[in-house]
């Protein structure tokens, strides 16, 4: 392979740069290529207002898969035979994808379909909210390059599960092993539960530090775990519509080579542009676990219950939003820390430039400055023993 193209990105067609690759020198492909949405997706950078769009739109089905059929044997021609292919897609095309891999792949070199599961904000019509997207991952032989990954046991796991070795027995049924005395016999250590093919890794939200205002862009986490699994340092990543360049990214903060191919030059631009500062978002989800985020004690928890409130986490002026006749209501519970007039100021704070019917906070203690009766404030107070809230939503 011509060593000059290794860590770099290449403003070309797809195919024809991948026809310039040697065969057998790839380890891993990541695409996330067009999705058959039929849009033109644009949007702005935050940072300089810089626009970048891309078109994803063909005559027909047979034009798209003719197109990634194309795609998909280059692939596969400069693969190693331990490597792999990553295909990101959604329910736009995800069925004819998955047949096109069958036919290039072979069946017997499917491994897995990845659910990259993710929450977001969404006025949706009629229909459920999409909130995930798939990754097929094929090998090109069965001696592909794979390293296992453990996480944490569910917080139902049963000890006994995690402490005692279990065997089938001669059903084919697991029970727990025990030795010549009928005692039952402690496992080794458990390294967890090998990770499975749902990724909960939360999208970019819109004041992420890596987001760079390239439509579709992916957390460079994701990349990550995918780089992660099925190569080594130093082995080359290659992504054939690399947009803003984040499997490139991903793939240098991993000591790993990268090829990045594009036929935008904005995206190329944008590519060395993020190869060059390597800002990448740290996932407080990821790190520390869902259950870090949710802050309210079990007095707030049961009082937003019990007011059918939706809760609010991380939020110092906001506890949660009660629902009524189409129309969100904030509510606050002081805080034992606080006095009125700071868990008015909070409030305010955070519902500053945004218009609600009313807005409440439930008084729990009588702490309190000397200015409070001075305050000018629409806010609605509530002392929590007398719950007068329900007597409140009915004058909205």
């Not at 000059?4 to 065969?23: Q, Y």
């Not at 991952?137 to 796991?157: A, G, I, L, R, W």
């Not at 084919?172 to 010549?180: I, R």
Request: proline share 3%; glycine share 4%; with cysteine.
């Amino acid at each position: 392979m011509n060593d000059n193209i290794i860590d770099t990105v290449i403003c070309g067609d797809s195919c024809k740069v991948l026809n310039s690759i040697s065969s057998n020198s790839i380890n891993l492909v990541y695409l996330d290529p067009p999705f058959f949405s039929q849009k033109e997706h644009e949007l702005s950078s935050r940072t300089d207002g810089k626009k970048y769009s891309f078109d994803d739109k063909f005559s027909s089905i047979d034009e798209y898969i003719t197109f990634m059929s194309s795609v998909l044997k280059e692939i596969k021609r400069v693969l190693t035979d331990d490597g792999s292919i990553f295909l990101h897609c959604d329910r736009y095309a995800s069925h004819y994808l998955r047949e096109e891999l069958d036919k290039v792949f072979g069946e017997e070199n499917f491994q897995s379909e990845i659910i990259w599961s993710y929450k977001r904000w969404s006025n949706s019509k009629k229909g459920l909210l999409n909130a995930h997207q798939n990754i097929y991952f094929y090998s090109k032989t069965k001696n592909f390059k794979f390293n296992q990954f453990y996480t944490d046991y569910s917080p139902s796991t049963n000890i006994d599960q995690i402490l005692q070795e279990r065997v089938r027995n001669s059903k084919g049924k697991s029970e727990y092993k025990k030795d010549s005395k009928g005692n039952v016999v402690l496992s080794t250590v458990k390294k967890g539960v090998p990770l499975s093919d749902v990724w909960e890794i939360p999208f970019l939200n819109p004041k992420a530090k890596e987001r760079c205002g390239y439509p579709t862009q992916k957390p460079v986490k994701l990349l990550q775990r995918v780089i992660e699994l099925v190569t080594n340092e130093n082995d080359i990543v290659l992504d054939p519509f690399c947009g803003s360049g984040t499997t490139c990214v991903a793939a240098k903060s991993l000591n790993r080579k990268f090829i990045g191919i594009d036929k935008n030059p904005d995206a190329i631009s944008l590519s060395n542009k993020r190869l060059s500062e390597m800002i990448i978002s740290e996932s407080g989800v990821l790190s520390k676990g869902i259950n870090s985020y949710i802050e309210k004690n079990s007095f707030e928890t049961n009082l937003l219950n019990l007011l059918n409130a939706i809760p609010v986490q991380r939020n110092k002026g906001i506890d949660g939003f009660i629902k009524s006749d189409k129309t969100l209501i904030p509510i606050k519970i002081q805080k034992e820390t606080e006095t009125i007039d700071e868990a008015i100021f909070n409030l305010e704070n955070s519902v500053k430039g945004k218009e609600f019917p009313i807005k409440i906070l439930i008084q729990t203690n009588e702490k309190h400055d000397s200015n409070l009766f001075e305050r000018n404030t629409d806010i609605k107070v509530v002392k929590y023993v007398d719950l007068q809230i329900k007597n409140l939503l009915k004058i909205v």
